[in-house]
């Protein structure tokens, strides 16, 4: 028993080399969740959450303790001010000279824009905490949408691969957490 454990590490660190860590990350987490946010299946993936921040934690049930990147920890207020409920689409921006650190531009719905609007006015200024999964990814100073675009840029500096992450489901996401209200009967016309 123990020697075929042994021999199985070798092939796990040979399929982690020779995929590369984004891939190999990919692969792991996948499993057999469907990529259609309509089946049964499927569960969300890079969920973005925003939340204030607490400089002064009471250690209340509405305050938290996250990890962020960087070692540190910061104190937020669970109530989310934003979610990906409300996230169209994401984009990746590279950061010039430094492609492994990247920005982010959100899409929002109607009521998304909103939502931002009254977060940039409430927190101007001052900085946010943008969660992934429950993960502390950033910090960044939200911004009002253009006039004329419903576009937002994030300037908080996420990984690549979490950013990646953000561009491939937010359309997965908003589709799953909004669905279609004409395909909530279909299954009674299956034939």
């Known amino acids: 028993m123990l020697k075929k454990f042994f021999m199985v590490i070798p092939a796990i660190c040979l399929m982690f080399f020779a995929c590369g860590c984004e891939e190999?990350?990919?692969?792991?987490?996948?499993?057999s969740v469907s990529e259609n946010p309509m089946s049964e299946d499927y569960q969300p993936r890079f969920?973005?959450?925003v939340f204030s921040t607490v400089q002064y934690p009471r250690a209340t049930e509405l305050e938290?303790?996250?990890?962020?990147?960087?070692?540190?920890?910061?104190?937020?207020?669970?109530?989310?001010?934003?979610s990906s409920k409300n996230l169209l689409d994401c984009k990746v921006?590279?950061?010039?000279?430094?492609?492994?650190?990247?920005?982010?531009?959100?899409?929002?719905?109607k009521r998304g824009r909103i939502i931002w609007e009254m977060l940039a006015g409430r927190h101007r200024g001052e900085a946010v905490v943008l969660a992934v999964d429950g993960r502390g990814v950033g910090k960044f100073i939200p911004e009002f949408p253009s006039v004329k675009s419903n576009w937002v840029t994030l300037r908080v500096g996420v990984d690549a691969y979490t950013a990646k992450g953000l561009a491939k489901y937010a359309k997965l996401n908003y589709d799953y957490y909004n669905p279609d209200a004409?395909?909530?009967?279909?299954?009674?016309?299956?034939?």
């Open 182 to 191: 004409g395909k909530w009967f279909e299954w009674m016309f299956e034939k």
């Open 93 to 109: 921006i590279a950061r010039p000279g430094n492609p492994d650190v990247c920005d982010l531009r959100f899409k929002f719905d």
């Open 64 to 82: 938290r303790e996250i990890e962020m990147p960087n070692g540190r920890s910061v104190w937020i207020n669970t109530n989310q001010s934003f």
């Open 47 to 49: 969920v973005v959450g």
């Open 24 to 31: 190999f990350r990919e692969a792991m987490e996948s499993g």
